[in-house]
C-alpha cells in the first residue's frame, strides 16, 4: 500500500509560479511510478506529467510541455512538480498518483492517489 499526501497548492498570478509535493509513505517508492493530473472543473482529469521509477524517464501533457517539471527524491520519499508561467488555464484539482512498474500518462493505470490539491491561477 502507498499513501499519498500532496502539498503546495494556491492562489497565485498568472505568470507566476508554484511548487507541489507529493509525500509518499510505504515501500519500495523508488520503483513506484509516481504521476500528476489535475481535473478542473466541468472537465475530465488530465494527465500532466510523470516519472518513472527504477531507471528513470519522464512523460509530460502537451499542455504543460516547457513549463513544468517533475522530479523525484527516492531518499525521501518525495515528487514534485515546479510549474513555472502559470496560466488561468492550469487552474485545477491536482492529483499525484503512483503505480508499480512502469511510466504511463493514463490514470487508470494508477493504483494509488493523493486526495489533492488546488491550484487557482488569477488573471
Known amino acids: 500500500q502507498v499513501q499519498l499526501i500532496e502539498s503546495g497548492g494556491g492562489l497565485v498570478q498568472a505568470g507566476g509560479s508554484l511548487r507541489l509535493s507529493c509525500a509518499a509513505s510505504?515501500?519500495?517508492?523508488?520503483?513506484?511510478?509516481m504521476g500528476w493530473f489535475r481535473q478542473a472543473p466541468g472537465k475530465e482529469r488530465e494527465f500532466v506529467a510523470a516519472?518513472?521509477?527504477?531507471?528513470?524517464?519522464?512523460l509530460y501533457g502537451d499542455s504543460v510541455k516547457g513549463r513544468f517539471t517533475i522530479s523525484r527524491d527516492n531518499a525521501k520519499g518525495t515528487v514534485t512538480l515546479q510549474m513555472n508561467s502559470l496560466k488561468p488555464e492550469d487552474t485545477a484539482v491536482y492529483y499525484c498518483?503512483?503505480?508499480?512498474?512502469?511510466?504511463?500518462?493514463?490514470?487508470?493505470?494508477?493504483?494509488?492517489w493523493g486526495q489533492g490539491t488546488q491550484v487557482t491561477v488569477s488573471s
Open positions: 498518483a503512483a503505480r508499480r512498474y512502469g511510466i504511463s500518462r493514463y490514470q487508470t493505470e494508477y493504483s494509488y
Open positions: 516519472f518513472n521509477g527504477g531507471v528513470g524517464g519522464t
Open positions: 510505504g515501500r519500495a517508492f523508488s520503483t513506484y511510478a
